[in-house]
C-alpha cells in the first residue's frame, strides 16, 4: 500500500512572512536612527563652526581697533558690516551677561551674538603680557541645541580664542 503525501501549495508560510518582517523593520529602524544621529553631529558641527569663527570675527576685528581699551564689537559692527550682512544674518548687542573671562584678564564688554536665529554669548577680555605685549581674549559660548534664547544660563558649551597685540 502506498501512503499519498499531501502536497502543500508553493509559497512562504506564516512564520517565513513574520520573520523577514521584523528583519526589514530592525533594518529601517537602524537606518533611521544613523540618520538621526548624523544629522545632530552635522548641526553641533556647524555650531561649533559659527561659534568659532565669530570668536575669530571679533578677535580680528578687536586687534585691528586704533584703542583696543575702547573697542565697542556693536558699534563696529553696526557701521562696518552693514552693507553685508543683512539684519537676519548677523546682529550683535551688548548684553549684562556672558562667559566668564579667564583668570587675570580685565573685562572689556559682553556681547549677544545672533546668526540665522542662534544665539551666542561672547565676552572680550584682555591682559597686558609684558611692556608692549597685550593678549586679547574672546570667549563665546552657546547652547547645544542651536536655540534663540535670551539668556546666557542656557549656553552648555564654550569656545576661547586669545591673539596677541603689541603696543
Not at 41 to 52: N, P, Y
Not at 65 to 89: I, K, M, Q, R, V
Not at 96 to 106: K, L, M, S, V
Request: aromatic fraction near 12%; charge should be negative; include cysteine.
Amino acid at each position: 500500500m502506498t501512503v499519498k503525501r499531501r502536497k502543500y501549495p508553493a509559497g512562504l508560510t506564516f512564520i517565513e512572512i513574520i520573520i523577514a518582517t521584523v528583519v526589514l523593520v530592525i533594518a529601517v529602524l537602524g537606518t533611521s536612527a544613523f540618520r538621526y544621529s548624523a544629522a545632530l553631529s552635522a548641526r553641533k558641527a556647524d555650531l561649533q563652526a559659527t561659534a568659532s569663527r565669530a570668536a575669530l570675527l571679533l578677535c580680528e576685528s578687536w586687534r585691528g581697533a586704533s584703542e583696543p581699551n575702547t573697542f565697542d564689537a556693536a558699534a563696529y559692527f553696526d557701521a562696518s558690516l552693514a552693507a553685508h550682512f543683512s539684519e537676519s544674518d548677523l546682529n550683535i548687542v551688548n548684553t549684562e551677561q556672558g562667559p566668564y573671562p579667564p583668570d587675570g584678564f580685565t573685562l572689556l564688554d559682553h556681547y549677544k551674538i545672533s546668526v540665522d536665529g542662534v544665539s551666542y554669548w561672547a565676552t572680550l577680555s584682555w591682559n597686558d603680557v609684558s611692556p608692549g605685549l597685550r593678549a586679547l581674549n574672546v570667549a563665546v559660548a552657546w547652547d547645544r541645541r542651536g536655540s534663540v534664547a535670551d539668556y546666557f544660563g542656557d549656553a552648555d558649551k564654550s569656545f576661547k580664542l586669545t591673539t596677541y597685540v603689541a603696543d
